[in-house]
């Protein structure tokens, strides 16, 4: 077992049939399950993802991308692990994934791969590769490849391997890096992390301000300020002294009171306005993911006239069935049209 820290993260050396949280091939793409597996190793727990999760959550990211929600120029913006969290158990419920860590380390290492494999189609002077549409995969000349991999060692796990999700990828992610703004993919990736951790610092620190307020009215302290001995401006009238000190209170306590509730009234229109803008993106996130749903379906029927091996009457009961269930369709249009007729006698068997 390596103990490299690199070599953990690039997921060399691991058997060609597991699909690591750190390590996706995409090469085995048979194993259907919503359950999750998990081993434990010198590195601890580990979470291995199974390609139909991949293609759930590629598919409920292209769908937020398509609502624009959430879209920044690195492709999301703090937040989205969140609503993608959302999403995703609404598709897979029985995969418990979570924004943090399982969606944000998988997308870190989909997003890794992604811009490898797009540096090599895209980049300067890389004009002998080229991409294999109906195998998903990059293909080069032998020489073209050893020269490349001789400075570029983390593409050498794509020379023989499909990386099925680029198409959806670079919708998502094309624009930054076309700009040039993500030439660390994993610094940026870790920048968008740090934001939501920024992000819910300053909740936290507005909710402490808060309650400190509501300390200074409270009647402990009231307690303790009328019982503090005070120097008398006038010692022969205590009654004039006691009176000016219980005015002195109330106004003290007129005004913490005042600056609480204003503090309260500026927090009760904040959540009402985050309240606002979150019904507003649901609606939004729901009429474009219908609309994404209606553009599947019409090209369901041509598509499985495409699956080779698929008899006439599992067509048409796929035909049927697979529109009732609209993040099933959009998994199925994710994936590589290798393995789409095993996905489909399976879809069938199931439903």
Known sequence: MS????????GEGLPSNVIDEDEPNIIVMLGFSESNVSSQSSRGTKRKWVPEEDAALVACMVDLHNAGTYNADTGFKAGYLNELEKMLEKVLPNAMLKAKP??????????????IVYDMLSGKNNSGFGWDEHRQIVVAEGAVWNSYISSHKEAAQFRHRSFPYYDQLTAIYVKDRATGKDAQIAADI?????????????????????????????????????????????????IFSK???KISDANDFSTSFNDAATLLAE??????????????????????????????????YPTLCEVEGLTEDERYQALSKIPDHPMQMLIFFSLPSAVRLEWVRRFLANH
Do not use: C, Y
Not at 201 to 214: C, V, Y
């Open 3 to 10: 103990t490299d820290p690199i070599e953990d993260e690039l």
């Open 102 to 115: 399982n969606l944000e380390s998988r997308i870190r290492t989909l997003k890794r791969d992604w811009s």
């Open 190 to 238: 870790i920048e968008e992390i740090n934001a939501e951790d920024v992000a819910a610092t300053n909740i936290r620190e507005e909710r402490d301000d808060f309650h400190g307020s509501e300390a200074d009215v409270s009647l402990d302290d009231m307690d303790l300020s009328a019982t503090q001995p005070q120097p008398a401006r006038n010692e022969g009238d205590p």
């Open 243 to 245: 009176k000016k000190k």
């Open 267 to 300: 927090n009760i229109r904040t959540v009402g306005l985050d309240i606002s803008k979150s019904i507003a993106s649901e609606v939004l996130i729901q009429q474009k993911s219908e609309m994404t749903i209606q553009g599947s379906a019409l090209k369901l």
